[in-house]
C-alpha cells in the first residue's frame, strides 16, 4: 500500500547548526502533509504543515519544503537547540472513502541535539 | 481551551481486567481519532469517530472497543488485552475530517499488560 517513509532514522547536531530532517512520500494524490514533534513521554506537537499547491511553508525557526516531482519533504530548523531534541514525524493525511481522509505517518527520525 | 486530555496517564492491567481509557477536548472538534504507538515506532490509527459516528476501524481486534458518548469524549474500552497489546495509547481530534484538517493530540496513556 501507499506509506510515507524517512531516509534517516537518527540526526545528531551541535547547538546552534541548522538541522535538515527528510521525508519521501509515495501517494502523489496527497494534498496535505504535517510535521510533528515528539518529545520523550509526550504525545505528538504539530510544528508546521504544508498543502500540496506550495513548495515551501516558514514558520518560526521552521521550514517545511514540499518537491510534488520527487515525492519529498523536508524539514529545515534553523539555529537548532537542546529543546528541540525529539522524534520528527512527517505525515500526510490520505484519503479514506467518502469525503473522509486519514493520516498516515512516516518512520520517523531521532534528533539529538549536543550542547 | 487548546487542550486534548487522556487519563489515566499510566495503566497497568491484567489479561483478565476490563478497564477504559478516556480522552476529552473542548475544542468543538468533530472528529476524534485513536492511535496505539509502540516504543521507536509512529503512531498507527485504530479508529475515527466523526460527528460521534464510527468513520473508520482499522481493523482493530474486539478486545478494543471504542465509544462516543459526545462529541466532546471518547472513551476505550479494554478487555481480555494481551502483553502485545502494552503500548502508548493517543488521542486526537481535529475540527472534521477532511483533507487540511490538523490533528490535536493527547499526552497518551502509558498501558502495560501484564
Known amino acids: 500500500g501507499e506509506n510515507v517513509g524517512l531516509h534517516l532514522p537518527t540526526l545528531s547536531v551541535q547547538e546552534g547548526d541548522n538541522s535538515i530532517i527528510n521525508c519521501a512520500y509515495s501517494?502523489?494524490?496527497?494534498?496535505?502533509f504535517i510535521w510533528y514533534k515528539q518529545e520523550s513521554g509526550k504525545g505528538p506537537q504539530f510544528i508546521i504543515d504544508?498543502?500540496?499547491?506550495?513548495d515551501k511553508r516558514q514558520g518560526q525557526r521552521v521550514t517545511v519544503l514540499l518537491n510534488k516531482t520527487v515525492k519529498h519533504l523536508s524539514l529545515q530548523i534553523a539555529a537548532t537547540q537542546p529543546g528541540d531534541s525529539a522524534v520528527y514525524f512527517c505525515?500526510?493525511?490520505?484519503?479514506?472513502?467518502?469525503?473522509?481522509?486519514?493520516?498516515?505517518f512516516g518512520k520517523g527520525t531521532l534528533l539529538t541535539v549536543n550542547p | 481551551d487548546t487542550e486534548v486530555t487522556q487519563t489515566p496517564k499510566h495503566l497497568v492491567m491484567g489479561m483478565t481486567n476490563k478497564k477504559s481509557l478516556k480522552c476529552e477536548q473542548h475544542?468543538?472538534?468533530?472528529?476524534m481519532y485513536w492511535y496505539k504507538q509502540k516504543a521507536k515506532k509512529p503512531p498507527e490509527l485504530m479508529f475515527v469517530?466523526?460527528?460521534?459516528?464510527?468513520?473508520i476501524n482499522e481493523s482493530v481486534p474486539s478486545r478494543f472497543s471504542p465509544e462516543c458518548p459526545n462529541s466532546s469524549l471518547l472513551n476505550l474500552h479494554l478487555h481480555a488485552l494481551q502483553p502485545e497489546d502494552s503500548a502508548l495509547y493517543l488521542c486526537?481530534?481535529?475540527?472534521?475530517?477532511?483533507?487540511?484538517?490538523?490533528?490535536?493530540f493527547g499526552p497518551g496513556t502509558r498501558l502495560t499488560v501484564l
Open positions: 501517494n502523489s494524490a496527497s494534498d496535505y
Open positions: 486526537a481530534s481535529s475540527p472534521g475530517q477532511g483533507a487540511r484538517d490538523e490533528q490535536f
Open positions: 469517530y466523526s460527528y460521534e459516528k464510527l468513520s
Open positions: 505525515a500526510e493525511n490520505t484519503y479514506s472513502g467518502g469525503s473522509n481522509y486519514k493520516l498516515t
Open positions: 475544542m468543538g472538534h468533530r472528529a
Open positions: 504544508i498543502r500540496s499547491n506550495m
